[in-house]
């Protein structure tokens, strides 16, 4: 057997035979059968004294030898990697080869100098099968293959030498390997300015973790430089690449956006929906980009076929809280259609991230009351067929967009439930048991004729002291806001501040006026958000007050409130708090203390005058 696989391979015949080489899959595989052309599977190629009158018209005589010898190396490549196929797939046994007088020839010839004329390709195609093989990394002819290619890496392209750094990379066990590798890379660096490929772009972002921080920002500079060149398709690969490695280089993706957005007519759906996760993923929030974006996807929804593109752009307007009106208009219009369809489908998965994404930009459409009444339904109480997280949040997005129903309530208030999302040990733990107790409030202040259990927050150490811990910008934000607000009611007299209101969060300040909008003694007349009872009762036209901030990252890209913080009011307002709400696009962080605490009296007088005219 072993003989007639060889005899195929041997460049002593009269005859050769070719071998196919699959560029993408550095493997090779030999074309069997018989002798016809018709079949394809046997091509017959030129005679050896064909080739060799070709060389003597071609070149000198006294080269002939040479050629002759680089035309065996790189044929032994070709027939080194079919016999490492064969060897796969089991048809030889490697025990057949190590005796094998032919075999051995073969390897002389890989060892031979003139194997340096041969492509990068099939070098590395012959490397992985001499060890498909069995022969030692450290053995002459591995060797001497590898420093075939430590000499192409100073001429070679460089798509190939991204393609010798993909095969270098694990491979670092002999000296031999780790010299080859940092020649690469030392390459790749000393080259960079050759470099003009899309795809060679994104290979190398990926591979960024072998690179200096230098060459990478040359790189990014390099790909700045060309990007009016790169085909549209390939920007979409970079910024996709950028997303995977956490890669967040501003100038670069303002560029990125530009010109992705000026031949976003080329990209199709799958492409417009990988920008929009790349930039989700890389928080890069430009209303402009996702807005030209977002305006390209809403003519092409009809053309979708399958669900998890539509899937992946809700979850980044989610994420990005970005609110454009016709692409979830056009989504939810795919959807309707859809589910009144035959060949329905739209999943369970479907529906719980288009309810997330309708909670979290606060959009309840009146158009599509239908397509949310029939999800409610299909959802019912699926609390034990869903992930517990995954569950919560269906029922925390149904009750901010007002459509949960009582059942579902009662599946995440029994303790059954609730415990397991309490003590679960998970990064998700804190911002669970907020969004459990949003809920149970609502269940208590928004849903009417709820009469399923509730929790007793007071009684539970946890879920009486939680809360999330705001960020810098956040922490910055509020300051500037409660320094004008203390200087109007000082606390803690006058007011309160940071107030857990045992709701899933946290208000920012708390007073209480009289009817002429005079502070009054926060202690005595404060409830506790329902915590305590009063000491004393609120005076005739008297109100309670709450401060919440609302800074960038609590609102929708735009300025509108999110879908939490409309909750927040909600739930406030129906406890009979006046809520005084501070949005980052009204308020201006860097004036003087003076013009903010003028700005926020003349909003508390407002809500006075406003209070006033309401009926009793």
Known sequence: MLRFYIRQFTWRTNHLYSVRASRNQFCSTINEGDNSKQSGEVVETESIRDVLNKTVEEKSTENILDSKRNWQASKACEAIIAIGDLKREAKIAQSELQTDERFKSLLKTLESEHIRKVEPLKLISSLKALNELGLPDDSYVV???????????????????????????????????????????SSLERRWVEIKDGKVFASLIYYQDQFSGQFMAKLEDRISEVMEDLAPGDMVIILGQLARRRRRTVPLLKSLSFYICKHKSSLDVKQISDCLFAFTQL????????????NEMVGKVAEVEATPVLRSVLRSLGQMKYLHTPLLEAIMTWYTRDLESEARRMEVKDMTTLLLTLATLDYVPLEHSRLLDMIVKELGDASSSLPENVWLDTVW?????????????QSVLNSNFYNVILYQSSSKQIGNTLKLLNINAAAKLLIQDYTGSTLSVQDDALMKDIKVSPGLAKVQYNKSVLEAFSTLFPPPRLSSLEVNTL?????????????????????????????KAPSKPLPDGGRRLTLVTASFQDCLLGGQMSGVTSLYVRLLEAMGHEVLVVNYTQWPVRDTLVSRIKLLDERVKKIVEAGKKKPE
């Open 143 to 185: 060797k001497n293959l590898e420093n075939s290619l430590i000499w192409e890496c100073r001429s070679c392209a460089i798509k190939d030498l991204v393609m010798m750094l993909s095969f270098t990379i694990t491979r670092n066990r002999t000296e031999s390997q780790k010299k080859l590798f940092r020649e690469v890379n």
């Open 283 to 294: 928080s890069y929030k430009d209303k402009d980009t996702a807005e030209k974006l977002c």
């Open 397 to 409: 997005s149904l009750t901010v967009l007002g459509k949960v129903t009582h059942n579902q309530l």
């Open 503 to 531: 709701m899933g969060f946290v208000a920012e300040a708390e007073a209480v006026l009289d009817a002429d909008g005079r502070p009054l003694t926060v202690q005595e007349f404060s409830d506790g958000y329902g915590a």
